[in-house]
T-cell receptor, first 116, second 115 residues
């Protein structure tokens, strides 16, 4: 079954304690992306990756890091989480979003982070 | 810069009422347009998409949307809503400008359907 899998689904932690949210897809998609969803703001892109070892900033990258060492995995890293990073996070993948790329994105189930 | 505007943040309807959710985007070039739905506690799912051709697009669960290029709009419609349509709906746009093209989401419209 085609899936985007995120872990954990829920996490409550404290300010400054490094955390990683994993994302894995089994569709051999080139493009992967992280979004945060906040009430009234919709989804805002944090980082994206066009392929292995190719990553770039989205609209709200501050306080986040990513890596893309393998095609299937795209972890989101919060080196020093702060309360303003409390949000619902979604990972997504698709075949591509480059010129002519019009494939819809497949989303994971979301990770709800609470930073105290 | 590209942007997507959804006019209604909250919509409340009774079952069998007709639905129209507004979506306007700002981008002068070629666009691909999407509507995603997020049911309570779930991830986003694709409802329908427009790439080219017939501007009236039919999606799943009886939804449709019409692309009106002159109005930069892609409104979502359903003739008769059901309680199970209670969800949040997101309009999204890709504007093609060469190289990487980013998917931009609107802020979402939360729909509540009462029995």
């Amino acid at each position: 079954e085609a899936q985007v899998t995120q872990n954990p689904r829920y996490l409550i932690t404290v300010t400054g304690k490094k955390l990683t949210v994993t994302c894995s897809q089994n569709m051999n998609h080139e493009y992967m992306s992280w979004y945060r969803q906040d009430p009234g703001l919709g989804l805002r892109q944090i980082y994206y990756s066009m392929n292995v070892e190719v990553t770039d900033k989205g609209d709200v990258p501050e306080g986040y890091k990513v890596s893309r060492k393998e095609k299937r995995n795209f972890p989101l890293i919060l080196e020093s989480p702060s309360p303003n990073q409390t949000s619902l996070y979604f990972c997504a993948s698709s075949l591509g979003l480059g010129q002519g790329g019009n494939q819809p994105q497949h989303f994971g189930d979301g990770t709800r982070l609470s930073i105290l | 810069a590209q942007s997507v505007s959804q006019h209604n943040h909250h919509v409340i309807l009774s079952e069998a009422a007709s639905l129209e959710l507004g979506c306007n985007y700002s981008y002068g070039g070629t666009v691909n347009l999407f509507w995603y739905v997020q049911y309570p506690g779930q991830h986003l799912q694709l409802l329908l998409k427009y790439f080219s051709g017939d501007p009236l697009v039919k999606g799943i669960k009886g939804f449709e949307a019409e692309f009106i290029k002159s109005k930069f709009s892609f409104n979502l419609r359903k003739p008769s809503v059901q309680w199970s349509d209670t969800a949040e709906y997101f309009c999204a746009v890709i504007g093609f400008s060469g190289g990487y093209n980013k998917l931009i989401f609107g802020a979402g419209t939360r729909l509540a359907v009462h029995p």
